[in-house]
């Protein structure tokens, strides 16, 4: 016969077990989003701080970033059945060298087509 402590232990740990699995999305949702933004800025910081030594820096800085976030994703996918943790700091990194293009490559297609629409009239 089950008594009222059973059925609580059993209710508790029912809510823990969905907080832990609802809790690896809301974790992995962060994760992106700090990394997004990280990634955003350190593009941004590192192509405006390096266009007047090296006109021609925006489009290296997008190559590199995506060159680098590779070694940092493929093991991520490796990892991601065994080593949930290992899986969101591979992640967490990889994040920030595929979001470092987002700043470049706005500036990129938009002062170019400012430049040429100035240049049409």
């Known amino acids: 016969m089950m008594t009222v ?10 809510v823990l077990q969905a907080f832990f699995v609802y809790s690896v999305a809301f974790f992995f949702g ?6 997004g933004l990280i990634g955003l800025t350190t593009g941004s910081a590192l192509s405006y701080k ?3 030594r090296i006109p021609w820096v925006d489009p290296v800085i997008c190559g590199c970033g995506l060159l680098i976030s590779t070694p940092f994703i493929f093991p991520a996918i490796g990892f ?3 080593g949930i943790i ?4 591979l992640t967490f990194f990889a ?6 293009n987002w700043a ?12 040429l629409t100035i ?3």
Request: aromatic letters at 4%; hydrophobic letters at 50%.
């Open 30 to 35: 962060l994760l992106v989003s700090v990394g």
């Open 95 to 100: 994040q920030i060298f595929v979001n470092m």
């Open 5 to 14: 402590n059973s059925l609580t232990d059993a209710r508790a740990r029912h």
């Open 104 to 115: 470049v490559i706005v500036d990129i297609s938009l002062v170019r087509r400012c430049r």
């Open 80 to 82: 991601a059945k065994n």
């Open 119 to 121: 240049a049409a009239r």
């Open 50 to 52: 390096l266009r007047d």
């Open 86 to 89: 290992v899986c969101f700091i």
